[in-house]
């Protein structure tokens, strides 16, 4: 089997290194050391078209192999660690909706999530439930048509600058595990 990357491929990956190398590792170690963090990468790189590999073309994407993701995580995350962890949970969201939520929220997000417009993150870490993602206590709670989400979340990656999360309340605790649910929520700002 042959797993040498096709000329699309290096041709890409050329262009994220230069980029990565260019604009974005020479301002991190500043950014670290003021332990903040520039919006304006993940921006960049939905002007690009670099984040809409996974969703479809009708809601603003171009479906591309997973292998363009693999190569743009990993030479973003050369020249910057967050910005990496940025872009994964960016796709973690617009991955979860590409695949499961109803065409009326695709439609709300995903052409959004597409360009940058909307910034990305996933929330299921909770303090005490880890590893073991199923022990989540987060409730979901019905009323009316809403559903009023109670609990704590923590270590969700980009948490600094997301505009929406894909996150994760349990709305039938008497069912257990077999009661969580996946919430998009927006940023309230
Ligand atoms: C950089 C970073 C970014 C993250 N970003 C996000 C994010 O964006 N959103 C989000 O929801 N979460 C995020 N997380 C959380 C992550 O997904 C894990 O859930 C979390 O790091 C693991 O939980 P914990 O740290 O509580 O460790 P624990 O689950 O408490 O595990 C502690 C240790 O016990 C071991 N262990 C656990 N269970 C078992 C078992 N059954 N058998 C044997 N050994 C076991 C583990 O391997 C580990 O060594 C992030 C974590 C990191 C480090």
């Given at each position: 089997?042959?797993?040498?990357?096709?000329?699309?491929?290096?041709e890409f990956q050329e262009k994220v290194r230069e980029y990565s190398?260019?604009?974005?590792?020479?301002?991190?170690?500043?950014?670290?050391?003021?332990?903040?963090?520039?919006?304006?990468?993940?921006?960049?790189?939905?002007?690009f078209?670099w984040?809409?590999?996974?969703?479809?073309?009708?809601?603003?994407?171009?479906?591309?192999?997973?292998?363009?993701?693999?190569?743009?995580?990993?030479e973003?995350?050369?020249?910057?660690?967050?910005?990496?962890?940025?872009?994964?949970?960016?796709?973690?969201?617009?991955?979860?909706?590409?695949?499961?939520?109803?065409?009326?929220?695709?439609?709300?997000?995903?052409?959004?999530?597409?360009?940058?417009?909307?910034?990305?993150?996933?929330?299921?870490?909770?303090?005490?439930?880890?590893?073991?993602?199923?022990?989540?206590?987060?409730?979901?709670?019905?009323?009316?048509?809403?559903?009023?989400?109670?609990?704590?979340?923590?270590?969700?990656?980009?948490?600094?600058?997301?505009?929406?999360?894909?996150?994760?309340?349990?709305?039938?605790?008497?069912?257990?595990?077999?009661?969580?649910?996946?919430?998009?929520?927006?940023?309230?700002?």
């Open positions: 089997m042959d797993f040498s990357l096709t000329p699309e491929q290096i190398e260019k604009e974005i590792a020479p301002k991190q170690k500043e950014l670290d050391e003021k332990n903040d963090f520039d919006k304006g990468f993940m921006k960049k790189m939905g002007d078209g984040l809409n590999f996974n969703i479809p073309e009708k809601f603003g994407g171009t479906i591309k192999e997973s292998l363009f993701g693999s190569i743009l995580f990993e973003v995350s050369k020249a910057s660690a967050s910005t990496g962890a940025n872009l994964d949970v960016h796709y973690l969201l617009s991955e979860a909706l590409a695949v499961y939520a109803t065409d009326e929220l695709k439609e709300k997000y995903l052409p959004r999530l597409a360009t940058g417009e909307l910034i990305g993150a996933f929330g299921i870490t909770e303090p005490h439930a880890g590893s073991d993602a199923a022990a989540i206590k987060a409730l979901a709670v019905r009323d009316g048509d809403d559903y009023i989400l109670n609990g704590e979340k923590s270590i969700v990656a980009g948490a600094c600058l997301a505009d929406a999360y894909i996150t994760f309340f349990n709305v039938a605790p008497e069912k257990g595990y077999k009661g969580i649910t996946a919430f998009c929520v927006e940023e309230s700002g």
